[in-house]
């Protein structure tokens, strides 16, 4: 069905298309955390919204 490489990851990046823009980071999930936290408070445009926001913020945007 596709000629893609299992990656191992969450339910939607169970599969590595060619072509995905996903790649390993390499950063364990404590690294990743104290990056998150480091710009959760940083406001971005969000394409979701078509406003600013925090990254904080950004799940309930997405969700709600």
Known sequence: MSDG???GGAANRSW???GSRYQPDGMTPGQRH???ESVAD???W???C???HPLRE???CRTG
Do not use: V
């Open 5 to 7: 490489k299992w990656s």
């Open 16 to 18: 590595a298309r060619p």
């Open 34 to 36: 104290r990056l998150y």
């Open 42 to 44: 940083e406001s971005f």
């Open 46 to 48: 969000c394409e979701t």
């Open 50 to 52: 078509g406003g600013h």
């Open 58 to 60: 950004h799940r309930d």
